[in-house]
């Protein structure tokens, strides 16, 4: 429960923030790196759309403050109270010096100081930063879904029209993952092979073997569905083998949990991340799978990760079942989110940020077996990230002030990934796109 109430409580924290940024500043201020090392002296550069505000540095005050509150001399700032901090103006910039203490964002605020003595302190705009422990500095944010289809099984557009989306959505990887069709990814990788786009493709497939769990199949490299097909002997014995080590249920609940689980096992044994699919999703007035059967995987954790994002209704359930077993066993689960989308319009509705050395598919697996990912809700008003607390803290960061400049690079690029797919000659274009990424990483990043 400790778990779910923190998860609020970055929520509702979140909603102070957007209803903060929007009021109107008099000037725009950007700053240089945005990511940095937590409590070790870092310096700054901070640019400012209005350079007359810079012509007199004695009339302005460069302050900052701490997500936690908390002063660099170990002391609880006052309510709305900031501390200065020392800065110089050279070539334009504002150059300011602080150590940023504990993992966690800060916040500057660039005051305008009263020149006469009736006059008050003019806020004059705000910029935000973030301070991470080395683990979390070592690593990079990656977006993607790997729960997507196409006309290769239920859903409405070619799969080429699903990869293009998800390019213009500004994601770094993704997979379809037709039902029980591995194919229409592998086909998929080898047309976007030819195009050096900067998001990377990966193959899946959405695996049914008992017509009930739902179970996905990310990155393995065979058909699941195949296997099961082209082996039934292998597969039975499988089956009969894992019924000997499942706990006490109704007896044809344990046989379609065996089938289940028989596919997470070859999952990993294909090099695959292995994930429990929408858990409480309700067709038919019904769930697809049975308490028993989803009891027994959320308590011995038999995948790699639980889908937690995907329908919304689904969701809700699927985040309390996390957190009450997270909390009776003191046990992490990993934890993805998709969108599941059937239709291009859908893609982005739910999605997964992966904490990882790389966006190759080796870094992302291991990511998320090691409870470095975080699901997002992004269908309603507010977004809602679940997962780690700390990787949570940090996400909500990333969605205001890093991903959103990717997503409108890549934009550009999903226009030039239309156009190549018409044989017309794009790559300056897509150098254009691939360099921009690489500064604007660079440049977030402290080195």
């Known amino acids: 429960m400790e778990y779910w109430l923190l998860r609020m409580k970055k929520l509702l924290s979140f909603s102070v923030v957007l209803f903060a940024a929007s009021i109107a500043f008099a000037a725009k201020f950007e700053i240089l790196p945005r990511v940095l090392q937590a409590d070790k002296p870092s310096t700054v550069k901070i640019s400012c759309d209005d350079a007359s505000l810079l012509a007199n540095p004695e009339r302005l005050a460069v302050r900052c403050i701490s997500a936690e509150g908390i002063l660099s001399n170990g002391n609880i700032a006052g309510w709305a109270k900031y501390e200065d901090v020392p800065f110089e103006i050279k070539d334009g910039k504002i150059i300011a010096?602080?150590?940023?203490?504990?993992?966690?964002?800060?916040?500057?605020?660039?005051?305008?100081?009263?020149?006469?003595?009736?006059?008050?302190?003019?806020?004059?705009?705000k910029?935000?930063?973030?301070?991470?422990?080395?683990?979390?500095?070592?690593?990079?944010?990656?977006?993607?879904?790997f729960h997507l289809h196409s006309k290769g099984s239920d859903g409405k557009n070619e799969p080429i029209e699903v990869a293009v989306k998800c390019l213009e959505k500004g994601y770094d990887f993704f997979a379809l993952s037709d039902h029980s069709n591995y194919g229409s990814s592998v086909e998929l990788c080898k047309v976007l092979k030819e195009f050096p786009i900067t998001m990377a493709s990966y193959r899946?497939?959405?695996?049914?073997?008992?017509?009930?769990?739902?179970?996905?199949?990310?990155?393995?490299?065979?058909?699941?569905?195949?296997?099961?097909?082209?082996?039934?002997?292998?597969?039975?014995?499988?089956?009969?083998?894992?019924?000997?080590?499942?706990?006490?249920?109704?007896?044809?609940?344990?046989?379609?949990?065996?089938?289940?689980?028989?596919?997470?096992?070859?999952?990993?044994?294909?090099?695959?991340v292995s994930v429990f699919n929408h858990p409480y999703w309700k067709p038919y007035d019904r769930t697809t799978v049975d308490s028993y059967q989803r009891n027994a995987i959320f308590d011995n954790f038999y995948c790699d990760a639980i889908e937690v994002f995907n329908d919304f209704d689904d969701t809700l359930m699927t985040m309390t079942k996390v957190a009450k077993v997270q909390g009776k066993f003191g046990k992490r689960i990993n934890v993805v989110g998709n969108s599941d989308a059937h239709h291009i319009n859908d893609i982005g509705k739910s999605y997964t940020i992966?904490?990882?050395?790389?966006?190759?598919?080796?870094?992302?697996?291991?990511?998320?077996?090691?409870?470095?990912?975080?699901?997002?809700?992004?269908?309603?008003?507010?977004?809602?990230?679940?997962?780690?607390?700390?990787?949570?803290e940090y996400a909500y960061f990333l969605e205001s002030e890093y991903f959103p400049r990717l997503?409108?690079?890549?934009?550009?690029?999903?226009?030039?990934?239309?156009?190549?797919?018409?044989?017309?000659?794009?790559?300056?274009?897509?150098?254009?796109?691939?360099?921009?990424?690489?500064?604007?990483?660079?440049?977030?990043w402290q080195k």
């Open 204 to 272: 899946a497939e959405e695996v049914h073997l008992n017509g009930n769990a739902h179970v996905h199949s990310f990155g393995a490299t065979q058909s699941i569905t195949n296997w099961a097909k082209e082996n039934p002997e292998v597969y039975k014995k499988a089956v009969e083998e894992k019924l000997k080590s499942l706990p006490a249920m109704p007896e044809q609940s344990k046989y379609s949990l065996a089938q289940t689980c028989v596919a997470f096992d070859k999952i990993r044994e294909f090099g695959g």
């Open 127 to 145: 910029a935000k930063v973030y301070s991470l422990y080395p683990e979390l500095f070592a690593l990079r944010p990656f977006k993607g879904e």
């Open 97 to 125: 010096s602080h150590v940023f203490k504990n993992q966690q964002e800060h916040t500057f605020v660039f005051v305008s100081k009263p020149q006469k003595a009736n006059e008050k302190e003019k806020v004059l705009g």
């Open 354 to 392: 992966v904490f990882a050395p790389s966006a190759s598919f080796k870094d992302l697996a291991a990511a998320i077996r090691d409870g470095k990912s975080l699901g997002v809700e992004n269908s309603h008003k507010q977004k809602i990230i679940f997962g780690d607390d700390a990787l949570v």
């Open 407 to 444: 997503r409108e690079i890549r934009a550009k690029e999903s226009k030039a990934l239309e156009a190549a797919l018409k044989e017309e000659d794009m790559d300056e274009e897509f150098e254009d796109s691939a360099k921009k990424i690489k500064d604007f990483k660079s440049e977030f």
